[in-house]
């Protein structure tokens, strides 16, 4: 069995979903995890759910003087996960500019600066979350998908850049996380209803499915460079 026991481990998006459930899994195979988001009180809810002796941090990737103090007094991680995004949606011609680069400065430059200043060990590994829409593209989330296909072009650099850190994505599909919870319960069990019909597996993702490849990419030695399809099928259907 993998073990990462007396390994330090950052999860930065660790408070909810896809980001909770991978800590959470990485912290049963005795890693030293720490959780970082922005939101001081789902942290703590996180913390407790995972339990063990998971640290936590206050951390905004948005902040570039926060994110290299933080890296700064940290000192060296053995892996370091990001999932942390917040991303509007919307066809081109609709979505504000504003939220577009807010969108960008979210998801691929918050990855892009955990990157340039993290400290990972050598023989460590840095691993991403980007989405299935950078291969299936959508008429009404155009910008979603082009982020998710940077995050993995950037992916392929830094596994030649970072070299020994091991550096890949998780790139999952329809996943019932807490993103879906400001929809109507009605209208979010008919989406989930309706995409379970139609994906291969027959179901929607659970954060679960999303930490076991991230616990696979983390543990897997000769893994880089590489991007990891966990949608169900979503890709193909």
């Known amino acids: 069995m993998n073990t990462l026991q007396g390994q330090k481990v950052l999860v930065v998006g660790g408070s909810s979903g896809i980001g909770a459930a991978a800590a959470k899994s990485l912290a049963a195979l005795g890693a ?6 922005r939101n001081a009180g789902k942290l703590e809810e996180a913390a407790a759910h995972i339990g063990g002796a998971v640290r936590t941090a206050i951390l905004d990737t948005s902040d570039d003087a926060a994110l290299e103090a933080f890296f700064a ?3 060296s991680f053995d892996h370091v996960v990001v999932s942390a995004a917040q991303t509007a949606s919307g066809p081109v011609k609709q979505l504000p500019l504003v939220d577009a680069y807010a969108a960008m400065n979210s998801k691929f430059w918050g990855a892009y600066r955990v990157a340039r200043a993290a400290q990972i060990n050598e023989g460590g590994s840095l ?4 989405g299935f829409l950078s291969v299936r593209p959508s008429k009404t989330s155009v910008l979603q998908g082009a982020i998710n296909a940077a995050l993995e072009a950037l992916v392929r650099g830094l596994a030649l850049e970072l070299s020994p850190v091991r550096v890949n994505a998780v790139s999952p599909g329809l996943v019932a996380t807490p993103l879906w919870a400001g929809m109507n319960e009605e209208k979010r069990s008919a989406m989930f209803a309706g995409a379970a019909e ?3 597996a027959r179901r929607v993702g659970q954060p679960e499915d999303l930490a076991n490849a991230i616990v696979y990419l983390v543990t897997t030695p000769f893994a880089t460079g590489s991007t990891v399809l966990v949608d169900g099928g979503g890709a193909i259907a």
């Open 198 to 200: 139609r994906l291969p």
């Open 32 to 37: 030293e995890v720490t959780i970082a988001s």
């Open 127 to 130: 691993t991403l979350v980007s």
């Open 73 to 75: 007094a940290q000192g």
